[in-house]
């Protein structure tokens, strides 16, 4: 089967970031996939204390039961912690396993921010955890390995 093309690095338009309306401070990450780009924008905030990122919570991110889906805080989780062992390492790596912990929901409007740490262990991996949360209010608690992968001799 033949891969899609990709669709490039793209940055939330300015009409995208006024709908998600992120707080002072937060700016939209680049994403470089189309699965990215049509569940985002996801945004970054600058802390020299804390990993920070955060999104709203949009139609689309909602379930049958009114909550947002399961599917997109693992999604927001898995770009958080990536990001996160991202200042470790330089890619290319992969998720080699996460666990996400639901506690509580978020619902059509809330604000989600996540924050997470990384540390470097043996054999190439990076562990990494972190929360999410709605406020005070936890919604997951996040925990991965990625594995940092040598580059192809293609250079690929």
């Not at 204390?49 to 999104?55: C, I, K, M, S």
């Not at 049958?64 to 989780?77: D, E, L, R, S, W």
């Amino acid at each position: 089967m033949a891969r899609a093309p990709s669709l490039g690095p793209r940055t939330a338009t300015p009409d995208m970031v006024a709908a998600a309306n992120p707080p002072e401070g937060y700016v939209p990450i680049q994403s470089n996939s189309a699965f990215g780009w049509e569940n985002g924008p996801i945004f970054h905030k600058s802390d020299p204390e804390r990993y920070l990122r955060g999104f709203r919570v949009a139609e689309r991110h909602i379930n049958a039961g009114g909550v947002c889906h399961g599917g997109m805080v693992m999604t927001f989780a898995d770009v958080l912690l990536a990001s996160a062992a991202l200042k470790l390492v330089d890619p290319p790596m992969v998720t080699v396993r996460m666990t996400t912990d639901f506690i509580g929901p978020a619902y059509l409007g809330d604000w989600v921010e996540g924050e997470a740490s990384a540390e470097l262990m043996d054999d190439n991996l990076i562990a990494v955890r972190g929360d999410v949360r709605v406020g005070d209010r936890a919604v997951a608690a996040i925990s991965g390995l990625f594995k940092k992968l040598n580059r192809r001799p293609d250079g690929k």
